[in-house]
């Protein structure tokens, strides 16, 4: 596409500051919290990932679109972002997996995009100043008109995203990762011996799900305003808490029966919003992080071994909040100390603030899925035990 084809595009922020650029995906007026990602591949995977519903992002690598979209690399039905902002884009991408170019990808389902915008300025100004409120827009090319509804929308601290992103009906995921990109040989689904999880969904990303069911697990999927009643009808052998968006703090129901899953002492393991829930259940408060990790290069780890990891996430555990009694940091985030990891110190109880299905990014982490199959393992032969 010649610039002279190009639609003019507007990207401000709440604090007035604007950034003129082109128009690619759909046209129109989007608003949300402007944050940065600095992974350099998959961007398909963070457009679709549930845990950016309400934010437009920002992607620090230059250039967008080169290997175009395809239906198996989304991590849900439909792109979840409020909008994108690109340094370039590739409008005619070149692999062999593409189906549709980016542009037509987000055009097709109503979300606009800003490029040809200084976006290493950008993303120093979210770094200095903290990620704010944004809109872009086609139609509305005044910089004070589009500031006046920016102004309008709600901060994402105190915002409840989770009820937009979760499953409206109970299903059961069984599908593992495919076996050309199986990376751990370990995993072999054992119909036989499989563990009943029950995953209770504030935003899932598909990939999770390819890695439980990857490891023998029967995977009902649930909404999450279902009770902890409801859930331990299924017998379940474990508990899944899943990522998702927004403030967790808001997430009430889902603190509550967590809470409530907890006095039933099943192997629980959750990630990031699923994390942050756990730790609210379990008496922890939660904190908004200046301009959130997102990118697939984050170390976490404690004493000896680091893992490089792939967050996604703008709140974070208060360490000081935690009930240290029943609670032990397991994980940090070696850039900033930030809690990446808690256990519990008397049940089979873990959760983790990044996403170690790696979807895009690093597979260091992957072993959390088989330490929560071992857990099960373990409560499985308690009961048998006790049963005889």
């Known amino acids: 596409m010649s610039l002279s084809d190009a639609i003019p595009a ?44 309400g934010q437009i992002v920002l992607f620090t690598y230059p250039e967008l679109g080169n290997t175009g979209v395809n239906p198996l690399d989304e991590e849900s039905d439909r792109p979840q972002v409020r909008g994108a902002i690109a340094r370039n884009i590739c409008h005619r991408p070149s692999n062999w997996r593409s189906t549709q170019s980016l542009s037509d990808y987000l055009k097709q389902h109503q979300i606009p995009g800003i490029y040809g915008i200084d976006t290493r300025a950008l993303t120093r100004k979210i770094r200095n100043f903290g990620a704010m409120n944004g809109g872009i827009s086609t139609s509305i090319l005044d910089e004070n008109e589009l500031l006046e509804q920016i102004q309008t929308a709600p901060n994402m601290e105190g915002l409840n995203l989770v ?50 069911a990857s490891y023998g697990c029967r995977v009902v999927v649930v909404p999450a305003t279902t009770s902890a009643e409801e859930i331990l009808k299924y017998n379940p052998d474990g508990i899944f808490l899943s990522n998702g968006p927004g403030d967790p703090a808001t997430v009430l129901e889902g603190i509550a029966t967590t809470k409530a899953l907890l006095e039933a002492e099943k192997p629980m393991f959750g990630i990031c919003m699923g994390h942050q829930i756990l730790g609210h259940a379990l008496g922890a408060e939660t904190f908004k992080l200046k301009f959130g990790h997102r990118g697939l290069n984050q170390p976490a780890g404690l004493t000896e071994k680091i893992e490089i990891t792939s967050q996604n996430h703008s709140f974070a555990i208060n360490p000081d909040s935690l009930p240290t009694s029943q609670v032990e940091v397991s994980h940090l985030n070696l850039n900033d100390r930030t809690v990446a990891g808690v256990r519990h110190k008397q049940l089979p109880v873990f959760s983790v603030q990044y996403h170690p299905e790696a979807s895009p990014g690093p597979h260091d982490a992957d072993y959390l899925f088989e330490q929560f199959v071992e857990e099960m393992s373990k409560a499985r032969q308690s009961q048998t035990a006790n049963v005889c």
Not at 25 to 53: K, R, W
Not at 165 to 174: F, I, P
Request: net charge negative; aromatic share 12%; with cysteine.
């Open 163 to 212: 009820r937009e992103v979760t499953t409206q009906s109970v299903y059961e995921w069984s599908d593992p990762t495919t076996a050309v990109w199986e990376f751990n040989p370990k995993c072999k689904s054992d119909s036989k011996n499989s563990f009943t999880v029950v995953a209770l969904d504030f935003g899932v990303k598909r990939n999770i799900l390819r890695r439980l």
């Open 10 to 53: 507007l990207l401000v922020l709440a604090d007035g500051t604007s950034y003129r650029g082109w128009s690619f995906g759909a046209i129109g007026t989007t608003i949300g919290e402007v944050v940065f990602n600095t992974g350099m591949t998959g961007y398909q995977e963070v457009l679709t990932d549930p845990s950016y519903c």
